[in-house]
Every structure is written in structure tokens, then in C-alpha cells.
């Protein structure tokens, strides 16, 4: 009986083990999630600096399955000494704060360039300028088992047009055919939610996918914040304690903690029993675990502030909606901020009618699900907006989901979204979120009831008036040969009248609920 | 406009912040998944070594929402000085090789001990024994942003009974009434597919549930294989080369891959046209690539061996069951191996009909989905199996899912399972492992018809029995009556032989078919 052979791995090297967790199951997967990585980090690139973004992306068949990807941005550009980390070691990146960004893992980058490499032995080809003099260019790969960049090829070369922004280029083996709905509507989903986006898609067939902005309005970037006391941990406390210079516990929770004032403190303080003016490296384990544990449910706390999201505002979704579906009538709510288990969230959701939206099959509805701005395109049964679309007792609403052309939308932007899978497919139930979706939904099934209740009204008005411009002729020339007159009384008037009154009220209406 | 700040984090980091990837939500699933965990790392410390497990599990709850999870078994034990990393290091173990067992990430047990620090402060409290004179006792925890273990204590005691096996001991935050459900379940589970087990847990209530093993006979422990030449990617065979002595291509292929013979590799390396004699240092990138290509599609070498799974085979199976439902009747089938990209696997699937078997609800099924020995409880509607049983049509074999008292059992081995999520629950489907199960399920279906058919030709039999044996008399007094004799023919003795013939007919029935 032998022992067990133990040994450590990097944690390169699990997720090269285990690369189906992060999307890359088989090369149309594959295929979809590299363009989908490298796409969400050029745009973060460009939103978290205010910088209205250029994107484009061209995908090159080389033949036997080899695809070569080159994605361009107008972002930020990344520092000179950091590119080979950014690019060839996994678990290292500028993500790892307080504040909403599409990548949350610090992985998909990386993971998209050690697919290339094991596929098709490819290295990633990066250039990048943060807009200096020179601009920077790399060729790496990743050590997996030591989860280290190795630099096959470096190049300083000269930036005479203060050029700003990050190339990547990466050869894989992939599946174009079968992953193009996926990427195309990928694409598409994404040009709804980012109107102010020019995104430039050019596929293997050399065929031209352009999304061109329609504004050059931005929402606010989101700011970086300290995490609020209902989200904290024992580790997390543990390292601010570690980390502060504070002398007194008081000062301690007033300097680390998001809206965390010297009263606030005092009265948990207080609630808890614990001296303020103690030296919060002399708490012991068992004062800790009090203390994190009143932390997280004191309800004295203000709720944290939404200021470190971004979303993308009523006007601006609208406007996207509109582009792309030409509604007969959209309606789109923000709900106010909320929380959940510390983190702050914010849900806009959006029903749009008509227009160019299709009628779909008994069993299907048109869904579409946005967490930090990314669409999400799988996994929608298991998606918590799901949930609440098929709890909504729709009749009360007059909506028909089977007969009406309808399309449903629900974005979450959160510093931190719920995700299920590493592979950011679907959304997990928390209560709270299932709360927000399902009152930002009912008041757009709200606005759209008012609204066809109003072209009902219409519609009614309109017969109405047709009825009448038909017979009133009719009875007048009837009621003027009764009674032997020569001339009609002048009907067009009352005509005219009821026009105009038809007309006004179906502006009224429009105006009121659009 | 100031860059973005870049930093790594280490791996427990990352699964610390991301923790509800590996099942760590909330409280209540938590307390399922450590539950889980640890006694599938206690199985298999006993089971990959043909130590037939004893495994005792008891949960207390210490109040405040905490509680003491405490799991013993009588396995290998853990060498002295591999303990800290054993417990304290994510991403180290002893499963990162070819070779089939339950936990295959290194992470779940790790993750216990890292979500137990975080909720309750707790460490983890490790004794071990290989059953020498000595037993350890550890108590750790982990220094998260390095992923590292921490020691808070250490003791070497004398082991005079010569004890062997490990005990684990872990404080969490956790709901065991709202997780109650599933734990009982997954024992329960647990114990229909290990029948050679003895399964004994003692929940927070005092309430204590025994599953003793009915049989002592063990499925033969897996072994650890070379990877199959259809497995392969150019990581893994750049990885080989550096660790090969191989001077020769032929040497390399003979020496490092699973069933490939000097006559295999000769045939391959003649039909990529690369030379058998070359070194394979001296390969160019571009070589290995065709030569990974060409390895991928190649249909000459000979498929994976199952030798390296460990299956629970139709006896046990069939055991387990009975054990569970007493079921009036069960069929079980274990499919040839198969191969999905290089990694084999074996499918084994039961249909068991009445006994304890309830009729459930229409739209329900009963299904119990297993891989590599471990119940899957979560998803099932996202699971293979699932789509697969839908997919059958019943009628063709006259079973009724809604009004039948039905259960369904799939089993699934293999190097390496194709879970979609880090919290291993559920599988994805491979078209190579949906072909198998429907097979299984097909073939399983048809024993249960021919029984039901039987079934249905010996409940005519017996009603044709009562019918004879009602009448016969009637018809035989009548008769005497009628020809004027006083004694009434021998139908005794047509009864006896058509009693005989109904009953012989009813076991040779199932005799066939059971």
C-alpha cells in the first residue's frame, strides 16, 4: 500500500486543467468566448476612463481551423513594465477593487491567450500606448506550470501620432461557423446596451458589421469605494486591521468603512459593547467574530452609495432600444439603488413593443438579460430574471406574452453581480435582486397597459369618428330632403371638430407614457 | 486621466472572493457543500486503496448560527509532513493525476477550511495516522493572500492501537434546517451506490442515520494511466518532451502514451510523414502542431483502456437499489468503455419499477444521477441524463412515466467528468456520453418490458386459474347430474396441474428477466 503522490499546482495550471469553467468547453465556445474577453476589455479600457470607445475587431481564417483574432481599442493603454503580466500571467490585473467593471476575475484575458497557445502554439501579440512618445510592443506566451509570462519578442517603437489604445492579436483554433449566431448577437446586444460605442466587426467572410454611435453621451464612470459593513468577512477585517494605522477602533471603522460616520460608529459601537478607544489590534479572535457578525446585520448603516456603478440611464437604454428595434412604444425604469449583502446594485429593466419586434413561438420569449453592461446569451432558463418574468401574473397587466410582439430587457450593474459560473452566464437568485427585477418589470408592464389601453381608446375614437364621417353625410341629406330643404346643414364642422379631438388625445396619450 | 493600479492575487484570493463558484453561496448551501466535501475526500482516502470505508460524520450546532462539522475515516491518512498543504493550500493535492476519483480539483476541502475561517474564525483541526506508531494532530488555517498554510499548533502522540485514518474537524457559519433536505439526501444517495459502505452520520438534533454496508465485496480501485494520444494539446506534449529521455519520436510515443504500441506509432508517425527516428526536441512549433492535429483524428490507435476506472458494476449496483426501494422489480446495464476526447468512460444505468418506489407527480421523474460514485443533486434539469430520458420514446416500450412507480439510475466513471461548474453539478452533454446513456437507459427499458409483459401474461394465467377453479366444479356437478352418475369426475387433478404450470411459468419469467 503505497501513499499518496502529492503536489501543488498553479493556478495556471488548474484552469488550463479545467478550462471548460471558463467557457472554453470545445472551439464554437471557444470561439465565442476569446472575442467576447478580448471585446469586454477594450471596452472597460475605454468606459472606466470616460473615453468614448472605438472598438474593432477583425476575425482571420487561416485554414485548418486556425482562427486569428485582432481586437483594437481607444482605451487607456497599459503601462510599458505591467503588458507582460496583463497579458501572460493569470490572477493578475487592475480588477481587484470596489468598483463595477465588466471583468471581475482577472482571468478571461489570459485564459483567451493560453487557449492560442495550446491550440495553436500561438503566442499574443500586444501593442499599447498610454499616448506617449513611444508605443510598446510584445509578443508573449504563458509558463503554465509556473502561471508566469514568458517575453518571446519586444519592440519600443516610436509614436509620432501620440496614437493611445491596446492592439491583441491571437491565433486559435476555432469554429467560426457554428459559434456566429452566438457572436453576432453578442454584438447586437451589446450595441443596444453601449449606444455611445462605435463597434467595427469584420467576420472571416470579410462581411462588415458596423455599429455606429448614436450619441456621444456617457454615463458617469464608476468610482472606487470602501467596503460597506454589511458585506464584510472575518479575513476581510482582518487584513484592514493589518493594513490601517488607526489607533482607536472608532477611528478605524470611520476611515475603512463606505458611509461610515463618527455618530454611526458610536451607536454600534455602543450596540455592541465594545470600548471605541481601543486599539483595534488588540480585538481578540471571539471579538472579531462579534463584531463582524453585528456589522452584518446592524440596520443602522446607511445603504451604501450607488455612486461606484455606472449605469447606462433611462435616456440613454431608450435610445439604444429604439435603434435597434424601432418600438412601436418603449418604456425603461430605474429602480433606486439597492444592496445585497453589502454590495451595492442598481436594475434598469425596459419592455419595448411593436415595431420591428417579432412575434415568437408559444414557449419562447424575447429576453434580454445585461449584468455590468455584458450581455448574457446563455443559460437564460436558469436566470434569475426568468424567475420573475414567469412568477408576473402578466394578465393583470393585459399582456399576452404568447400573441403580443413583445422584448423584455433587464440590466444589473452591482461592483459585484451574483454570477453562478466563472464563465458570466447567468445571474443566481439572491432575494434582493428578485425583488428589484420584479418591481422594475411590473412598472413597465404598468406603462405599457396605460399605453394600449390608450390605443384602445384611440382605436375606439377612430372607429367612432369613421362610423360617423361615413353616415352623418347620409342622415343629413335623409333629415334634408324630411323636411324639403335645399341646402345641408354645414355637418363638416362637427366633422372637423371630432378630428381634431381624436388627434389631440392620441397625442396626449403618446406623450404621457412614451 | 491616471492608469489603472495592477496586482496579483493568489489563487485562495481568487476562490476566496469568488467563493459561490465552488458551491459556497450562502449559509445553507455551504453547509451542504462542506458536509459533501469532506466525505467524499474521507471516501476516497479509503476506497482508492481497497480499504473498505468506515465514515462518521457529526454535525453539532454550537449556536449563533454556528456549527462543528466533524468527519472520521479509516483510509490511507495523510503523511506527517504533507498536512499543512493538504489542508492549508489550495490547488495542492494528490489528485492531479489520470486516473478516476471524486474530488478532482483540489479545492473542495480547502475551500471548507477557507469559508470556515471567514464565517466562524475557525481552524481546522486535522488528526492523522498512516497506522505507524504515531498519530498527528494539525490545527490550521490559511494565509489567504498568499496561499499558504498557517500552523496554529502541532502534536506527534503515540498511537498504540496503531489506528489509521483521518479525522477533520471544521467551524462554520451555516443553516443545517434549511439544509437539512439535501444532506439526507445526498447519504442517502451516497449509500445506494456504495453498499460496501458504512455510512454513519449524527445530525445536530442528536438524530443518528446508519447506512451499514450489506457486502464486503469491493469494485477494484482505479488506476493511473498515460494520457491517450486523443486527449492531447500542445501544453501537454511540450511538457512530455521536456520530461522525456526519449531520444527517438518512436521511443517518445511507445514510452509516453496510453496504448500506443511500436507498430501504432510507426503506422501514425508514417502516415503524418515525420521521421520515427528524429528527436523530439528538435520539433518546430509548427511540427507539434500538425503532430497534435494529426494525433487528435488519427482512428488507428486503439481506444482508451478502462483499467484506470473504477466502476461500481451491475451486482452492487442492483444491491445498493434494493437495499433502498425493495423494488418489485430491477434491471441494470453497464455499457463498454467509450472515449470522449481521449478521456474514458463507462456508463452503467438502472430502471427499477414498484416496491417503495412512489408514483410521482406527472412532470416529475424520479432520476438518480451519480459520477464517479458522487450523487449529483443540484440541476438536474441542465443534466445530460435528463435530456436524454425526455428524449426516449417510453411508449415504444410500453412504460408510463406518470403513472408508474419509476426510478432511474445513471452512473457515469470516468478520468475525467465533463461538469460544467466547479461545484460539480451537473454534466454537460457530450454528444460520445449522451449516445451512452441513451443506450443504457434503451437497453434497461427493454428488460423492464419483457418483465412487464411476462408480468401481464401471468396475471392472465392466474385469471384464467380462478376462473377454471370457480367453474369447473359447477360445470363437473352438473354434467355428473346430467348423465345420471353419482360420482363426479377427478378435476382436482386438471386444477393441481394448471396451478403448477401457472406458478412454474411465473418464476421461470423472472428468473429471466430479474
Not at 499574443?124 to 498610454?130: A, C, H, L, T
Not at 472608532?250 to 450596540?271: I, P
Request: aromatic share 10%; hydrophobic share 35%.
Amino acid at each position: 500500500m503505497s501513499g499518496e503522490k502529492f503536489k501543488a499546482i498553479s493556478v495556471a495550471d488548474f484552469f488550463y486543467k479545467n478550462r471548460e469553467i471558463a467557457g472554453f468547453d470545445n472551439p464554437v465556445r471557444a470561439t465565442y468566448t476569446i472575442v467576447r474577453e478580448l471585446v469586454e476589455n477594450a471596452l472597460d479600457a475605454c468606459e472606466q476612463y470616460s473615453i468614448l470607445p472605438d472598438v474593432r475587431v477583425k476575425l482571420i481564417d487561416e485554414g485548418n481551423s486556425i482562427y486569428r483574432l485582432k481586437v483594437e481599442d481607444n482605451g487607456i493603454g497599459v503601462p510599458y513594465e505591467q503588458i507582460p503580466y496583463a497579458f501572460g500571467q493569470i490572477l493578475f490585473g487592475s480588477k481587484y477593487t470596489l468598483r463595477q467593471s465588466r471583468g471581475i476575475f482577472g482571468l478571461g484575458g489570459k485564459m483567451a491567450v493560453l487557449y492560442g497557445q495550446i491550440t495553436a502554439h500561438s503566442n499574443v501579440k500586444v501593442i499599447s500606448s498610454q499616448g506617449g512618445y513611444e508605443k510598446y510592443m510584445f509578443e508573449l506566451s504563458i509558463n503554465i506550470q509556473e502561471n508566469k509570462p514568458i517575453i518571446k519578442k519586444k519592440e519600443v517603437r516610436p509614436n509620432p501620432g501620440r496614437w493611445r489604445g491596446t492592439i491583441v492579436e491571437i491565433k486559435f483554433e476555432g469554429d467560426y461557423i457554428r459559434a456566429k449566431p452566438k457572436i453576432i448577437e453578442y454584438f447586437r446586444q451589446t450595441s443596444i446596451i453601449l449606444p455611445y460605442a462605435n463597434i467595427l466587426f469584420i467576420d472571416p467572410d470579410g462581411v462588415l458589421y458596423r455599429f455606429d454611435r448614436i450619441t456621444t453621451v456617457m454615463p458617469k464612470p464608476p468610482q472606487e469605494i470602501k467596503p460597506h459593513p454589511h458585506g464584510i468577512d472575518i479575513e476581510m477585517i482582518n487584513r484592514m486591521i493589518n493594513s490601517s494605522r488607526s489607533s482607536t477602533l472608532l477611528d478605524f471603522l470611520v476611515n475603512n468603512f463606505h458611509r461610515v460616520g463618527v455618530a454611526t460608529a458610536l451607536s454600534f459601537l455602543k450596540s455592541v459593547k465594545i470600548d471605541p478607544e481601543m486599539n483595534p489590534r488588540d480585538l481578540k479572535p471571539e471579538d472579531i467574530v462579534k463584531l463582524v457578525n453585528k456589522m452584518k446585520v446592524y440596520d443602522k448603516f446607511r445603504p451604501p452609495d450607488p455612486d461606484c456603478l455606472s449605469c447606462i440611464g433611462p435616456e440613454l437604454f431608450k435610445a439604444g432600444i429604439i435603434r435597434e428595434f424601432n418600438p412601436e412604444f418603449v418604456t425603461v425604469t430605474q429602480r433606486k439603488p439597492s444592496a445585497y449583502s453589502g454590495h451595492p446594485f442598481i436594475v434598469e429593466a425596459a419592455i419595448a413593443y411593436g415595431g420591428r419586434i417579432p412575434i415568437v413561438p408559444p414557449d419562447e420569449i424575447l429576453v434580454y438579460r445585461y449584468a455590468n453592461k455584458i450581455p448574457l446569451l446563455y443559460d437564460l432558463h436558469n436566470d434569475v430574471t426568468m424567475k420573475v418574468i414567469k412568477k408576473i401574473n402578466w394578465k393583470r397587466y393585459k399582456i399576452d406574452l404568447a400573441n403580443m410582439p413583445l422584448a423584455f430587457f433587464v440590466h444589473i450593474c452591482s461592483t459585484k453581480i451574483p454570477y453562478k459560473t466563472v464563465g458570466k452566464e447567468y445571474i443566481a437568485d439572491r432575494p434582493e435582486v428578485e425583488y428589484e427585477i420584479e418591481w422594475a418589470l411590473k412598472t413597465c408592464a404598468r406603462n405599457l397597459r396605460i399605453y394600449l389601453s390608450k390605443k384602445e381608446k384611440i382605436n375606439i375614437a377612430h372607429r367612432r369618428y369613421s362610423i360617423i364621417e361615413k353616415y352623418l353625410p347620409i342622415i343629413s341629406q335623409f333629415t334634408t330632403e324630411l323636411a324639403n330643404e335645399n341646402t345641408q346643414p354645414n355637418y363638416e364642422k362637427i366633422l372637423k371638430r371630432l378630428q381634431i379631438h381624436a388627434k389631440e388625445s392620441e397625442q396626449r396619450s403618446i406623450i404621457q407614457v412614451n
